[in-house]
């Protein structure tokens, strides 16, 4: 058995038909598709700043090595990382040891914002007297703070490190719990785009699965410090991504026709739904950053869960 | 513990706010459903002669036990079951009894159309060198009579026993397999409603659950002689159908947002996809029905299978 493009030893299998690959020919297969995905999406444009959302986690440091790989030479379009710092000891602060490294050595600028100096207190301080689901304040947090500061920073596109596996899953998770309109902002690039209160995000590992991210990551070496966040505990997505790795290993190419499917109906729902979507934003009347009521979620958890 | 809706012993729990219900009151919810689909979606309307496809299993029984139920008084609508068989002792024979006895019992016209005769063999004779997937053949003949003799027999409607189960089943099916095309014909009332070579299909058990079906049909006594197609053997679907069982008994609800998220972009999809549709049916240049290609799916299969 031969790498199907050359005759190497192959090192992995990918969906399709030409699958079987060695280490060289499956980066090159690997770096063709983001580049396609960019192209064919226009994911990036002449003077862009694109603020790429780092987690220290195998997607954001794919994702980052490889626009600037993608970039390189091109002086009109920059690149910072931003990097949140919810406090969460024994996971956060060995991550941010990673980023920073990773940053330094790719020379990428990196902006780091903490809910401690944000919102007062820090992951772990709040968990002290919240008694909810961790992911539901952190959630809104993070969400909250990656289209502010990416804004701040003075970007005009968010890149996050979304993969095929992510959106097969979000895209199933909204038709079984009938959330239809929210997967009208979805996609390999998203935004509202006569609201400049959105930042645009782009999402140029949309085509290539979690297996394929993860093998890219190892093998050109950049696996050995990941971890996991000790709160996570979505466990709908995880049943979710359970039972598609299990169609995925007896129906192949099953993630794919998902996402392939779902972007053949996605312009009908970006235009069905984006009337509807304008009515419902305003301006939250504490921090003025846009949201659906008339205190944006954000601010409500610092007003009853920080505060209090 | 007592019904929700009056004080007798609750016998079922269906999904929704006020779940548990007495036999009676099980009754009443199971069949303002189903009137309430009819209404709804327009399922019924002055004058129709609406043929039943009745295979003698638990829908079909149901469905038609209930038209005769809700049409009981109104004249101008007329009712004809339709029964299809294939050629498969042990199965359909049996099931035939069933079928020919409830349509006595209920007074509707029975009308029979068997392989043998339609196509020159019973599907057992069939399988003797075809060796191919009993269904695929199956299918194709069935789905191929019940459009040709629905409009022969004079009707302009066909009742399947299609349950949400079903419904919800496909939808993913084809969202896993990247046929969401195929997704746009179907809905509780189908059919290209300006070309009369396609019969209208209406499914008024759309928003009921396979169990409680089964359940209605055990609680009527409606269940004695059921039995199932010794050649099933969809095992994609069944796989789908386990899947769905595992994600609704955890998380309730689950069938409903499915078909729920699908009929609220189902007029996206039809609209999409209507031109499209129209453009590339034609007529079997053997037998004059329609169909996308020159020859039809069941003449193909006559000519290669049956005379060789």
């Given at each position: 058995m031969a790498c199907d493009k050359c005759f190497e030893k192959p090192v992995i299998k990918v969906t399709g038909s030409e699958n079987s690959f060695c280490k060289a020919c499956f980066f090159k297969y690997f770096e063709k598709k983001v580049k396609k995905t960019i192209t064919k999406y226009n994911l990036i444009e002449k003077n862009d700043h694109i603020i790429v959302a780092v987690s220290g986690g195998k997607d954001s440091t794919v994702l980052l090595n490889l626009l600037v790989k993608v970039l390189k030479g091109r002086d009109d379009v920059k690149i910072t990382a931003l990097a949140i710092d919810e406090g969460i000891k024994g996971y956060r602060d060995k991550s941010l040891e990673h980023i920073k490294k990773i940053c330094e050595d790719l020379k990428v600028e990196l902006k780091l914002f903490s809910y401690e100096k944000e919102f007062g207190k820090s992951l772990d301080e709040i968990l002290k007297t919240y008694k909810g689901i961790p992911c539901s304040v952190c959630g809104v947090f993070r969400r909250y703070l990656l289209n502010k500061k990416s804004k701040e920073i003075g970007g005009n596109k968010l890149a996050t490190g979304h993969n095929m596996d992510d959106e097969a899953q979000t895209i199933l998770m909204n038709n079984f719990r009938n959330n239809i309109k929210v997967s009208a902002r979805m996609g390999p690039i998203t935004g509202i785009i006569s609201d400049k209160r959105f930042i645009k995000r782009i999402k140029p590992l949309y085509f290539l699965t979690e297996k394929e991210i993860t093998s890219y990551a190892y093998l050109k070496g950049l696996m050995d410090k990941f971890n996991e966040c000790p709160?996570?505990?979505?466990s709908y997505r995880a049943q979710v991504r359970d039972m598609l790795n299990d169609f995925e290993a007896k129906y192949e190419g099953t993630k794919n026709g998902i996402i392939t499917a779902f972007l053949e109906i996605l312009p009908l729902l970006k235009k069905h739904y984006k009337e509807e979507e304008f009515d419902e934003i305003q301006n939250c009347k504490i921090c003025e950053e846009p949201c659906s009521g008339e205190i944006c979620k954000a601010c409500t958890f610092v007003e009853k869960v920080i505060k209090n």
């Open positions: 709160h996570d505990s979505d």
